[in-house]
């Protein structure tokens, strides 16, 4: 977590819950709960108002953000590693998914397995090298 206590913490948390419409509290709490049951040593969690967000280092690798239909899970190694994507896909075919988020309003939409599948393959080192790969990449080409 950020520099706040456990308490201020759970109260962030709690804020942001209850500040989503009725109809996507509970499916948030208990994504929410995955995420961080699932997500690999190292990443540090951070709650602000329009988002929950795991990072390494000051990167965000995921985040859980209201949209204005639909409630989305930003996974960045989805984006960067095809294969991560591809294991989704797998699972759920029908699956609503941008580059690197999965849109969804009903929890039942999301392959839970899959997707604690993917989001525990990218430990926190290995989501630093691609990221700076990806980067030194962007350099070369511009």
Not at 67 to 93: C, D, F, I, T, W
Request: aromatic share 8%.
């Amino acid at each position: 977590m950020s520099a706040a206590t456990t308490a201020e913490a759970f109260e962030a948390f709690e804020a942001f819950i209850a500040a989503l419409p009725a109809e996507r509290q509970e499916p948030a709490r208990q994504l929410w709960e995955l995420v961080r049951a699932t997500v690999p040593a190292g990443y540090t969690e951070h709650i602000g108002r329009k988002y929950l967000e795991f990072r390494a280092g000051k990167e965000m690798c995921l985040a859980l953000a209201n949209q204005k239909n639909y409630l989305s899970l930003h996974l960045l190694p989805v984006y960067m590693m095809p294969g991560l994507r591809e294991r989704l896909l797998a699972a759920a075919p029908k699956l609503k998914m941008g580059k690197g988020c999965l849109n969804f309003k009903r929890l039942e939409e999301l392959p839970l397995p899959a997707l604690s599948e993917v989001i525990a393959a990218t430990p926190m080192a290995d989501f630093l090298a691609h990221m700076q790969a990806v980067r030194t990449a962007n350099r070369v080409k511009n």
